[in-house]
């Protein structure tokens, strides 16, 4: 399974991105998807996924309230809108996938598949 993440970039404190992570070579039906992100000199650490088919996410308590994934399986692609942000969200942003794993799980589970990441910096 390929997974490709696109959408970061440079946005003021307080405002929105999206990313994108499309998925290919697999059946991403069975995926649990997730983001996680990595600050410079931080370890990598896990923001939020989303169950196989939609409907059960799970969130850290940075992200909750205003981070928002979402998936659409017809497309292969799994999405993060990202609102409110703030200078210390800067990091990059990496999808994965873990097959038929509670959302929640992926906090402390290594995912199966990783794509390569996408930088995102909030300026204050």
């Known amino acids: 399974v390929q997974l490709q993440a696109s959408g970061g970039g440079l946005v003021q404190a307080g405002g929105s991105l999206r990313l994108s992570c499309a998925a290919s070579?697999?059946?991403?039906?069975?995926?649990?998807m997730a983001w996680f992100r990595q600050a410079p000199g931080k370890e990598r650490e896990f923001v939020t996924a989303?169950?196989?088919?939609?409907?059960?996410?799970y969130y850290t308590e940075s992200a909750k309230g205003r981070f928002t994934i979402s998936r659409d399986n017809a497309k292969n692609s799994v999405y993060l809108q990202m609102n409110s942000l703030k200078p210390e969200d800067t990091a990059v942003y990496y999808c994965?996938?873990?097959?038929?794993?509670?959302?929640?799980?992926?906090?402390?589970?290594?995912?199966?598949?990783w794509g390569q990441g996408t930088q995102v910096t909030v300026s204050s």
């Open positions: 994965a996938a873990r097959t038929f794993a509670a959302p929640a799980t992926l906090a402390t589970m290594t995912p199966n598949y």
């Open positions: 070579g697999g059946m991403f039906s069975v995926f649990t």
């Open positions: 989303i169950s196989w088919r939609g409907g059960d996410e």
